[in-house]
């Protein structure tokens, strides 16, 4: 079964760095690429990126290019999404994808607290 | 950037009945369109791409229509697994890719 399993909430402070992951399983991971998804509470969806894991090309929307950092580590299957200085905005649940711009499969998603 | 636009922003209906739901793009996207499905809780779900295909294993009472800047989501006869939002993502114009804002699909 294909699927793309992520990491568990976390609560942090404003100011601390936070990296997330998503890891992919039943396909072979290098071949399509990841979307990463940011829901606000209440709120709808918005696209941050996508990345490529072969060669690790990514793609961020405007809003968010310089906040967040998308990677990849083809060797253990698993996309990651990097914060260096999180703040209370970032508060969310984020959801991983696969799929360059139409998205069949989603991980369940990851709970970000930012909170003092 | 293309914004897309969904309304209603809420609708009622009863189990059965049939629900319309639309979607607007600022400017063509041709027919790179798709809609999702979330329910409470959930990661969303791919219904439809291409603005009119099924995506794998979604049941035929839902279908997309529409191209240019104007879609539609028809579900034929709603279940009680249909209440949930419903969201149209453009993919003609990237990055970034953009959603509406949602309609949510509620019980009368």
């Known amino acids: 079964e294909v699927q793309l399993v992520q990491s568990g909430a976390v609560v942090k402070k404003p100011g601390e760095s936070l990296k997330i992951s998503c890891k992919g399983l039943g396909y072979n991971f290098a071949s399509r690429w990841i979307a990463w998804v940011r829901q606000k509470p209440g709120k709808g969806l918005e696209w941050m990126g996508i990345?490529?894991?072969?060669?690790?090309?990514?793609k961020y929307s405007p809003s968010f290019q310089g906040q967040v950092t998308m990677s990849v580590d083809k060797s253990i299957d698993t996309a990651y999404l990097r914060w260096r200085s999180l703040n209370a905005s970032d508060t969310a649940m984020y959801f991983c994808?696969?799929?360059?711009?139409?998205?069949?499969?989603w991980g369940q998603g990851t709970q970000v607290t930012v909170s003092s | 950037e293309i914004v897309m636009t969904q309304s209603p922003g809420t609708l009622s209906v009863s189990p059965g009945e049939r629900a319309t739901l639309s979607c607007r793009a600022s400017q063509s996207v041709s027919d790179k369109l798709a809609w999702y499905q979330q329910r409470p809780g959930q990661a969303p779900r791919l219904l439809i791409y291409?603005?009119?295909t099924r995506a794998t294993g979604i049941p035929d009472r839902f279908s997309g229509s529409g191209s240019g800047t104007e879609f539609t989501l028809t579900i034929s006869s709603l279940q009680s697994e249909d209440f949930a939002v419903y969201y149209c993502q453009q993919y003609k114009n990237w990055p970034p890719l953009t959603f509406g804002g949602g309609t949510k699909v509620e019980f009368k």
């Open positions: 291409d603005a009119s």
């Open positions: 990345i490529y894991p072969v060669d690790s090309d990514a």
């Open positions: 994808a696969r799929g360059g711009h139409t998205y069949g499969v």
